[in-house]
């Protein structure tokens, strides 16, 4: 198994097992009594109904066949055949995973969700209740980075250089949160930072190839797949990644047996190597936990 390390992400090394989460490695379970600790409906039925945005390539999207590829689909439907289940992909805008879980209309989501303590808590930036929380098992590491127009042109190097410029994000997401506390730092300076904030991370990027917007902010993974051919070499990373975070399988406060079902699963996905080489397979193994961590983000 490899050494588990943050460095290529460049924000430090924010290792899970030290996130105030509790790691639930070992020997574990066997798989039939996982199985027999699958909630009932879910076992009836056979299926495990996951939210995903498939639109956030190499994580979540659609791959030439239409059907969903990357680090999330993949892995849930690693964890589904482990578990004798068959995995059922409900995809929908990134805005609405996260209340599809809380409104019980999927079992979870994976969706590069990062795990935070306000989404944990159902709190807005004030710390004032604004829904119900959810739970979180912690699979991999990220990032936020800086995409701008290849050669970037206004010459953006940080977050403070996006100052008196206009900056395109997908809503809803941590981008979002960190992008918001941004302008409050532009306007001591006297530069205000306009933020367009649209449906899908194709749109930021669409703004940024258009000159509309200097910059995109999106996860580690997902930028650097936009600066391969993937992307016709059209942009480029600049900086280094900040606000290290777990992306985490979201549940229902309400389900912990399949949390606890799930976070063993993975963990017995991590021992076997199978993790790793689905994330090998996307050339992400820079963000490889070595355990599941449930609720470890902060």
């Excluded at 070499?233 to 990644?241: A, L, M, N, Q, R």
């Excluded at 993975?266 to 994330?279: E, V």
Aim: one cysteine or more; glycine letters at 12%.
């Amino acid at each position: 198994m490899p050494i588990r390390t943050l460095a290529a992400v460049g924000v430090g090394g924010l290792l899970l097992s030290g996130c105030g989460g509790s790691p639930t490695a070992g020997a574990g379970p066997s798989t039939s009594e996982l199985r027999s600790r699958i909630p009932e409906a879910v076992r009836k039925a056979g299926v495990l109904k996951v939210a995903s945005y498939l639109n956030y390539a190499p994580v979540d999207f659609r791959g030439q066949d239409g059907e969903p590829a990357g680090l999330d689909p993949e892995l849930a439907t690693a964890l589904g055949e482990y578990l004798g289940l068959k995995v059922e992909f409900q995809d929908m805008p990134f805005a609405s995973v996260i209340p599809a879980v809380q409104d019980k209309k999927v079992d979870m989501a994976m969706s590069a969700v990062i795990d935070t303590k306000q989404r944990q808590d159902g709190t807005d930036d004030h710390g004032l209740p604004s829904a119900a929380g959810v739970d979180f098992i912690d699979y991999f590491m990220t990032g936020t980075s800086i995409l701008v127009k290849k050669g970037n042109p206004a010459g953006i190097g940080s977050l403070d250089d996006l100052c008196g410029h206009t900056v395109a994000l997908q809503q809803g997401t941590v981008q979002d949160e960190l992008a918001q506390r941004q302008v409050g730092a532009c306007a001591k300076n006297d530069k205000q930072l306009q933020i367009h904030e649209v449906k899908g991370d194709e749109q930021a990027l669409a703004e940024v190839t258009a000159g509309t917007a200097v910059a995109d902010l999106n996860d580690f993974p997902v930028a650097e797949y936009n600066t391969t051919s993937h992307s016709t070499g059209k942009f480029e990373v600049v900086g280094t990644s900040v606000q290290s975070s777990p992306y985490g399988i979201t549940l229902n406060k309400d389900s912990t047996d399949l949390q606890y079902v799930l976070a063993k699963a993975l963990d017995q996905l991590i021992r076997d190597g199978r993790y790793d080489k689905i994330l090998a397979k996307w050339n992400i193994g820079f963000g490889a936990v070595a355990s599941s961590v449930v609720n470890g983000g902060l």
